[in-house]
């Protein structure tokens, strides 16, 4: 008797009843820092001042999302100049850093961009992320990501967090939605239109 493959079980499907519809009511993906864009280490110069290793796929995702139309922003429970300047290069205003409670920043969020939490998608790693699951309407927990956050995630990324686990959540779910192709022809057009002007 073969041996049963049980490897699908881990991933959710997107026949998973109401998931697709989900996907398509999403406005705006909200990122962890720690764990998610980067690998979760920290470490320091001889100044002592704090460095971060973030995956340029990561950035390039996230450009993608936004020529598909789709907020983004970033929370993180830490403060660093690096998470700053990260936010700053990719173009990310909302982006929050020492933030003690994530799901009344999310629902903050949620006020001021008008959205309901069912158009919301988070994106997180560690048990501080579980209040954040409770405010969005789709949760992605990465492949490094804790026990409690997978089991309560509608997808788990298999790249770990500051390997591109972010470029591919936006992947999967642009592909999701229909909207892969286009947002790559967008970003392509407007990489043709710096190349011309410059």
Known sequence: MAEQDTTSTSQPSLLETGLQERLQAVKAVILDVDGVLTDGSIYYDHT???????????????ELLKHAGLRVAI??????????RRAAELKIAESYQGVRDKKAQIEKLRQQWETKADELLYVGDDLNDLPAFEAVGVRVAVANAVAELKERAHYV????????????????????RGEWDKAVEEYLQSRREVTSAS
């Open 75 to 84: 929370l993180s429970g830490r403060v660093s100049e690096a998470i700053a």
């Open 48 to 62: 002592g001042r704090e460095m971060k290793r973030f995956h340029v796929a990561d950035g390039l995702g996230i």
């Open 157 to 176: 990324t298999q790249t770990p967090g500051g390997s591109g686990a972010v470029r591919e959540v936006c992947e999967w779910l642009l592909k999701a």
